[in-house]
């Protein structure tokens, strides 16, 4: 896949408009891979990203933590790009963060706006891409046809009754996050993921599958769902390699962590974190 340091202009309008799936994938204090889905993220300029925080999350932190992030765009017409950048510095006032706030979506919000403003060098982006949905649809039936040979019948179960449900409902998108060769985090789409049971994730590489393989055996790796309708989850584990099931080779994910993505109240579901008193007001 072609890969260049910069955008086009045609590219810097296509993805401005906050109508569209904006991930990006950070490292944490951990070392380990998160995704988080940034509406906002634009590019200012040619080799410039920003984008807006208008509601606390830790990848705000993560980006300060470990400069490095990967994103990935998809437009409102199906055209992708995909890339990694450096986190520069923040600001809570200036042209920028006025012009954030001063889009529809902040400016007619009756609880908050923006309020500050994150800045990236952009050091790789693939070319535009459209979603490969030929090769989808087949990653996806062979999926579904297999998945059931993947189930695995163990103790605890991460996810529960509505994140199953997520992961497998048809009309959801899903993208795979691990940290790549080069320090950077690499987002590639996976909408044929489906879990087997409540702690495993599994996949065909009929889609992708050049940058799927890639992924080894042990590698920590997120997995992200979402809707439409913004219903989202994130999900980490160890990825378990490929194995055949059912006559179909799948790649196996072990879960052993989930994080509820959406605002108002971002956190952890699993494992449980103790309820603690609250002592400052």
């Not at 045609?10 to 891979?33: C, Q, R």
């Not at 920590?220 to 059912?246: H, Q, S």
Request: charged share 25%; proline share 6%; net charge positive.
């Amino acid at each position: 896949m072609k890969t260049r340091k910069s955008f086009t202009i045609d590219e810097i309008a296509a993805i401005k408009p906050n109508e569209k799936i904006a991930l990006v994938a950070t490292i944490n204090d951990e070392g380990l891979p998160h995704i988080t889905l940034l509406t906002s993220l634009l590019a200012l300029d040619d080799t410039h990203m920003a984008l807006g925080e208008f509601s606390k999350g830790v990848s705000k932190e993560y980006i300060k933590y470990n400069n490095n992030i990967g994103f990935c765009i998809l437009t409102m017409n199906m055209d992708m790009w995909r890339g990694k950048a450096r986190y520069t510095h923040s600001a809570k006032e200036g042209p920028e963060y006025e012009m954030f706030n001063e889009f529809p979506m902040f400016r007619y919000n009756t609880y908050f706006g923006i309020n500050t403003v994150h800045y990236f060098d952009l050091l790789e982006a693939n070319e535009k891409e459209r979603l490969p949905l030929a090769a989808i649809a087949k990653a996806v039936i062979a999926t579904l046809c297999s998945k059931w040979a993947a189930k695995q019948k163990k103790d605890p179960r991460p996810l529960d009754t509505p994140g199953f449900e997520l992961f497998n409902r048809l009309d959801a998108l899903k993208f795979a996050a691990w940290i790549d060769s080069d320090g950077f985090p690499k987002i590639v789409p996976v909408l044929q993921a489906k879990a087997s049971d409540s702690s495993t994730i599994v996949f065909s590489p009929l889609a992708f599958r050049e940058e799927l393989l890639q992924l080894k055996e042990g590698t920590p790796v997120a997995v992200y769902a979402l809707t439409v309708k913004m219903e989202n989850i994130l999900t980490r584990g160890i990825f378990k390699g490929y194995r055949r099931y059912a006559g179909i080779t799948l790649g196996m994910c072990d879960i052993n962590w989930v994080y509820n993505s959406m605002p108002p109240v971002h956190g952890q579901i699993y494992p449980r974190v103790p309820l603690t008193p609250v002592k400052d007001f």
